[in-house]
């Protein structure tokens, strides 16, 4: 049951057009926001008016080029008070989250002497593992923090390998195969006590959960605009100073300071302009004087009411027999609004198949968080089918959702 302080969000529904789609004679049903949330009609139209108007490069000397640099740079702002950064030359854009990352993890090795670690988790997506595995051909070091079989990090195992070699620390803030949340205070903690730097993988943790990379004491951020609502737009905090000090590979024509010296080549500037809309269009369900206030406590509203949602979907699933769910429960503890799961004898690519002849899209497979799926013993079945809750979704649409896994695993849905 929605409590009353929440029943407003889902009148918001109307903000986005792909909602109102039909398939097989039912609405469709998006439970695919992990891989990618739906877009309102703001960023569409910020997109579209941005090449109506003021389509051009950068750095010129006229009315169009002049507007494509505002709009860039007060996307810049926009973005740092999503995260609760100091200032936008602390944001810096790419493609994506992995393009950025790769960037970035060779321009650190290049710091680093052979022997001199890194420390990595089992339970990351493989933007986060992969450009700092690569380090080893180097000499660096890479060790892993292991992964329990509830989906959570083992903490006395990150303690452990933490030591006065490692340099930094890559991990995920939550995970998006298993909606794990991760104690990135305590990590925080730890790499402080032996001066190694942490970088964060922020993607599936921003479109729930409001950030504040100051107070965390975060060194480096990474998250994706097409995951909050916005564009297809890779974003990288640094903290302050920090980048410059990176030797990343760039042209000699980049700038080369912060925060331009990791962005090679021409951006997308309309995508950008969606980014800046999707921000101003998530501080609409807050309230304050101000754009972070604003942000923090409409985050928080998103957060909680996804956090009602994604419960039922847990608890209801776990009542159907034959299937499995996999990651951690839902408890008072912050856990992302992503549920996982298996069916008994049933590979995840038929569970979609047949949730797709009712109108709920849904996710097969290892999502590039490989790693944990292999762990767990599940890829070599196929990984999990899992569905995630954004802010469009509705107690309705989770009703369908088991509705339609209780008929599969009960044999009442099946292909034809």
């Known amino acids: 049951m929605?409590?009353?302080?929440?029943?407003?969000?889902?009148?918001?529904?109307?903000?986005?057009?792909?909602?109102?789609?039909?398939?097989?004679?039912?609405?469709?049903?998006?439970?695919?926001?992990?891989?990618?949330?739906?877009?309102?009609?703001?960023?569409?139209?910020?997109?579209?008016?941005?090449?109506?108007?003021?389509?051009?490069?950068?750095?010129g000397f006229f009315v169009t080029t002049n507007e494509t640099d505002k709009i860039i740079e007060d996307t810049r702002e926009r973005v740092a008070e999503f995260l609760g950064a100091d200032s936008g030359r602390l944001i810096s854009f790419g493609h994506n989250m992995t393009s950025l990352n790769f960037a970035l993890s060779r321009g650190i090795g290049k710091m680093l002497m052979p022997g001199e670690e890194v420390l990595i988790t089992q339970l990351d997506h493989e933007a986060n593992r992969g450009p700092w595995l690569s380090l080893r051909e180097e000499g660096v070091v890479v060790r892993e923090v292991s992964l329990l079989p509830d989906g959570t990090l083992d903490y006395d195992d990150l303690a452990a390998k933490i030591n006065e070699n490692t340099r930094l620390v890559a991990m995920g803030f939550s995970s998006n195969a298993l909606g794990t949340v991760n104690d990135v205070a305590l990590a925080r903690e730890l790499t402080h006590k032996v001066?190694?730097?942490?970088?964060?993988?922020?993607?599936?943790?921003?479109?729930?959960?409001?950030?504040?990379?100051?107070?965390?004491?975060?060194?480096?951020?990474?998250?994706?605009?097409?995951?909050?609502?916005?564009?297809?737009?890779?974003?990288?905090?640094?903290?302050?100073?920090?980048?410059?000090?990176?030797?990343?590979?760039?042209?000699?024509?980049?700038?080369?300071?912060?925060?331009?010296?990791?962005?090679?080549?021409?951006?997308?500037?309309?995508?950008?302009?969606?980014?800046?809309?999707?921000?101003?269009?998530?501080?609409?369900?807050?309230?304050?004087?101000?754009?972070?206030?604003?942000?923090?406590?409409?985050?928080?509203?998103?957060?909680?009411?996804?956090?009602?949602?994604?419960?039922?979907?847990?608890?209801?699933?776990?009542?159907?027999?034959?299937?499995?769910?996999?990651?951690?429960?839902?408890?008072?503890?912050?856990?992302?609004?992503?549920?996982?799961?298996?069916?008994?004898?049933?590979?995840?690519?038929?569970?979609?198949?047949?949730?797709?002849?009712?109108?709920?899209?849904?996710?097969?497979?290892?999502?590039y968080a490989v790693r944990p799926i292999e762990v767990l013993g599940l890829l070599e079945k196929g990984g999990v089918t899992r569905v995630g809750v954004s802010l469009y979704n509705t107690s309705e649409e989770v009703k369908r959702l088991l509705e339609a896994v209780s008929d599969i695993a009960g044999g009442r849905l099946r292909g034809d």
């Open 2 to 59: 929605i409590d009353t302080r929440y029943r407003d969000i889902p009148q918001r529904r109307e903000d986005f057009p792909a909602l109102a789609r039909v398939h097989n004679g039912y609405p469709l049903a998006f439970f695919d926001g992990p891989g990618g949330t739906q877009v309102p009609q703001a960023v569409i139209d910020a997109v579209t008016s941005y090449y109506h108007t003021c389509n051009s490069n950068t750095h």
């Open 195 to 367: 001066g190694a730097l942490l970088l964060v993988d922020a993607v599936h943790y921003v479109p729930h959960f409001p950030v504040d990379v100051k107070a965390l004491g975060m060194d480096f951020l990474l998250c994706s605009a097409y995951k909050f609502y916005g564009t297809h737009i890779g974003i990288l905090y640094s903290r302050e100073g920090l980048l410059d000090r990176v030797p990343v590979q760039n042209l000699r024509t980049q700038e080369q300071q912060a925060p331009y010296r990791i962005e090679t080549g021409t951006l997308n500037h309309a995508a950008i302009a969606g980014v800046k809309s999707a921000v101003e269009y998530l501080s609409t369900f807050g309230a304050g004087n101000d754009l972070r206030s604003r942000i923090v406590t409409g985050m928080e509203r998103i957060g909680e009411y996804e956090h009602i949602l994604g419960k039922e979907i847990y608890l209801g699933l776990r009542e159907i027999k034959g299937v499995e769910v996999v990651g951690p429960a839902f408890t008072s503890e912050r856990r992302a609004p992503t549920v996982s799961f298996t069916m008994e004898g049933m590979n995840p690519i038929e569970v979609c198949r047949l949730l797709d002849r009712r109108g709920i899209c849904a996710w097969d497979g290892h999502f």
